[in-house]
């Protein structure tokens, strides 16, 4: 059971003045610009070293005067040296109990001489307002995802390096309410973690049947959308709890509207408070993906980027099935047209494979793995497997995979291979076909009485 900080803010509206730091151009800095200080007392470089996995980070963030205090616990490690990810930060001082730990600053990461202690370390540091998506925004929300938890607090944003996390937000404006966990008890990457502070209202929905009590918080002129995008929430909710197993995140959960800018489109799974663009509010599928997350992505976390397909395509497909069994078949059905559309528009973009068979090798955004076309492929490459196997079956085989891997890194051919040995199905072909080809599986009859089509990707 986790305490939240954001219910003592519930139905608190104030005319928060947003952000002093908000677009004043002194504070308003790329990682380039703020790298530096650190070193060893006798100018010999600490070499980098990642074999210090984290466990735990205790972030306490003072938002007025953009500091943090990282607090790191480390699995056990006979290494005495660990590094971070900390472009955007300006790092003041690194210390445990024992006294100042030597650190060095080097192509945006942060090397620690730890010493063979298993002890926290303590980082305190500064960091600034990013202007595109890449850390605290300038509307008072965080996205670190994927890579960017480094312009936030000292971090691994690998999303197999897996960590518990304890959040606490001081130096708000006068009014301001920040949306946010104290607690995060169950093992999550790094980007799960964010907070929002602005001028929210937020309203209780419902409580589902194992307790769980939802709800959404808006910004100004931001109700009307919520309430119509939220409507049935609470019962998808229950329907994640019920058919996939206990969500991880605590017993208090809510979507957040966050202001990503005109231009902003979808949603952040940050749980237990996920985050959905304003522009997306009123839009049920949204606040369906981001909740599935808690299952598929934050609960069970990659294991490699190239394995993005196990978060998004499932949450994809699993946001669809949910909406559903909620709003009935033509609900679905009308869902799946318009994932078939979604699919069509991206591939005018981009026709890579969606789950490359690499591991660690991808940037997800440099290379282009990171479109639509991942996201609507892997929705449809389980909708097959439904059909084949049917999809109260696949249900049972998602709520046994989140039981064994909840907590844990996963790959999707784990996926694929626990398909197999709970059904007998093997799903192979399916994912050679939806996520090792290019091309659009849907323009392609699968009837084999059909016109012979050509092999040329399209
Ligand atoms: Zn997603």
């Not at 928060?16 to 010999?44: I, M, N, S, Y």
């Not at 929002?196 to 419902?206: F, K, N, P, R, S």
């Not at 497909?317 to 609900?331: C, E, M, N, T, W």
Request: charged residues 20%.
């Amino acid at each position: 059971m986790k305490r939240t900080a954001y219910c003592a803010s519930l139905a608190v509206s104030t005319s928060l003045a947003l952000l002093a730091c908000a677009g004043d151009p002194d504070v308003v800095g790329t990682a380039e610009a703020v790298r530096g200080g650190g070193g060893k007392a006798d100018g010999t470089e600490i070499p980098a070293d990642w074999n210090r996995l984290i466990a735990h980070t205790r972030l306490e963030i003072d938002f007025g005067a953009m500091a943090g205090l990282a607090t790191v616990v480390f699995e056990p490690s006979d290494s005495g040296l660990a590094s971070f990810e900390a472009g955007g930060l300006e790092v003041l001082e690194v210390y445990s109990d024992v006294g100042a730990l030597p650190f060095e600053r080097r192509e945006g990461n942060l090397h620690v001489e730890t010493g063979p202690s298993d002890a926290p370390i303590h980082i305190r540091y500064r960091f600034e307002v990013q202007t595109s998506s890449t850390g605290l925004g300038p509307a008072g929300s965080t996205v670190i995802w994927p890579t960017y938890c480094g312009n936030l607090f000292p971090c691994h944003s690998d999303p197999a390096d897996g960590l518990t996390f304890e959040l606490a937000v001081t130096g708000l404006p006068e009014d301001a309410v920040a949306l946010y966990p104290e607690a995060i008890t169950t093992t999550t990457p790094a980007y799960t973690l964010a907070f929002a502070i602005g001028e929210y209202t937020c309203q209780v929905l419902g409580t589902t049947t194992a307790a769980t009590e939802v709800s959404v918080c808006w910004l100004p002129r931001g109700k009307t959308r919520a309430l119509t995008g939220t409507k049935h929430l609470t019962p998808v909710f229950d329907w994640f709890e019920t058919h996939l197993g206990p969500y991880a995140f605590g017993d208090r959960v809510a979507s957040v509207a966050a202001d990503w800018g005109d231009a902003a489109a979808g949603g952040m799974e940050h749980h237990p408070y996920w985050h959905v663009a304003t522009s997306e509010m009123d839009l049920p599928i949204t606040h369906a993906h981001e909740a599935a997350h808690g299952w598929f992505g934050a609960g069970v976390r990659i294991g490699c980027w190239e394995d993005l397909v196990l978060s998004e395509g499932t949450v994809s497909y699993l946001a669809a099935r949910a909406l559903g069994a909620v709003k009935g078949p033509d609900v679905e059905a009308a869902q799946w047209e318009e994932y078939a559309e979604e699919l069509r528009v991206a591939l005018e973009d981009t026709d890579d494979i969606v789950w490359p068979d690499s591991c660690g090798e991808v940037d997800l955004l440099e290379d282009g793995l990171w479109s639509n076309v991942l996201y609507m492929k892997g929705a449809f490459f389980y909708r097959d497997v439904a059909a084949a196997i049917g999809a109260d079956v696949l249900d049972t085989v998602f709520a046994s995979f989140y039981l064994q891997y909840v907590g844990e890194a996963a790959r999707m051919q784990d996926m694929l291979d626990h398909i197999a040995s709970e059904t007998g199905f093997d799903p192979t072909e399916l994912a050679t076909r939806w996520l090792r080809s290019t091309g659009n599986p849907l323009d392609v009859p699968t009837d084999p009485s059909a016109e012979p089509q050509s092999d040329e990707p399209r």
